[in-house]
């Protein structure tokens, strides 16, 4: 009988590899994490950043590479490409339905600025969905993500622990400062750093979005080999700086995505990861006397905090905008904080803004990530690809969860990582279904040959077909 074949890992190749849209997508990243939000283009009529550029710039791309055959762009239907689609012409509708008629010049130049920026992410998440083809690439991307968001937070290390600011360093020539680069908050008398972000509510969410994806790669590391102490030092670092940014949000995200990833590991595993969470608490406890104390009371305080009071007379503020726009909203950007007050909440941001239909479709999107990730699990039979879905369900949950304690897409960070790690659910689920689809194939077009007698001599029986 002929020798069995063994089983090739997803869509892996080697020799060199071209540039694609995981290229594109880690540049990306590394612009939102390693260049300081405050810093946008320099000769352009409205602010720019780096990231939205690069966003853009994959939008056209993508929509290029659909119109030809031969780029190895991906086609056809996906949950999280169906999702992204949809939220955008939502952000269309309601701009069309906002612009139609008069608003003020503030709030104008407010609406055409974020639709600029959320047409940004929303390429960026179906550039990674199509463009990131087979396991290798994801993976790339996912790691420079952890590596990307290791660098912001060790930066924001620095501003906790010293006061020490990198990025007042990081300018380059074709950069300028919008506004106030002011990076670092106080809390308690602690310091809130920011890192390279633009505040940090974002900061700490941005890192414990990251968490599952680093501890991912750590544990892969130590059941299958390769180097562990990157990764192990990556999940350290972006676990303390979760914490040390003093912000509730970074703190349930944390919270979170335990709840995802613990629950699927093995039993034994899940005892030494529970024992790992206590250890950690008592390390930061005796490494930063007060912080662990100071985070318990962000809880138990919510009640006389004057943020979670705000939190509450923004219902009461939003409530009249809501029932006279009620499906399309008044128009993504138009309700301005330093005007109308602080919603701190994304979903009920969303449907001042957006409408019903646009707070349905963003909910609809976090659905659409995990949709994915769960076909992967149960599809799959790969367990490194069945954990991979898990850690990205885990970090598409940090945002899906906070969204209720923060104004998600006013930080584009934080808005860009969701994006992309929805847009990495996608890309997964299309390499599961492509590994099943060419094993379905293999197996219709050489099927199992019959056993033959092994018979020797001259006289040997052959068997024709």
Known sequence: MPAERERLPIMRKEGKQRADGATLACCYALAMTCIPAGLVLKGLPMSITPGMAIGLAMGILWFCAQLVTTLGVAKGRNAARTALFLFACSQLATYGYATYGYLPSDELAAADRTLITLMAVFSVGLAVCDGVRGLDRLDRLLKVMVGGATFMAAVGILQFSLALDLTQYLSFPILKAQGEMSFVLERSNFR?????????????VVCAMTVPIALHYALRAFDHGGPQ??????????????MQ??????VLGLAIAAMFIIPAMP??????????????????????????????????????????ESRRRA?????????????????????????YGWLDNQYLGTLVQNGVIGMLLLIFLYVAGWYCCLRVRLASKDPRVRDLAIAIAAGIGVPGISSATFDLLGFAVATGFTFLL????????????????????????????????????PNKTEVTA
């Open 422 to 457: 929805v847009g990495a659910a996608g890309s997964l689920w299309r390499t599961v279904q492509e590994e099943r689809a060419a094993e379905a194939q293999h197996s219709a077009v050489e099927p199992d040959e019959p056993d033959v007698p092994d018979e020797e001599g």
């Open 245 to 250: 940014s003093l912000s509730r949000s970074a």
């Open 229 to 242: 102490k990157r990764w192990w030092f990556c999940l350290a670092i972006l676990a303390v700086a979760s």
């Open 267 to 308: 039993k034994k595993r899940r005892v030494r990861a529970l024992g790992a969470i206590v250890l950690f608490l008592v390390a930061m406890r005796v490494m930063v006397p007060g912080l662990v104390g100071t985070l318990y009371s962000l809880f138990t305080s919510i009640s006389v905090d004057p943020s979670a």
């Open 192 to 204: 809130r750093p920011a890192g390279t972000s633009g505040h940090p509510i974002e900061f700490g």
């Open 315 to 339: 219902i009461d503020r939003a409530g009249g905008e809501i029932s006279e726009h009620l499906l399309l909203g008044r128009g993504m950007g138009t309700y301005l904080p330093e005007k």
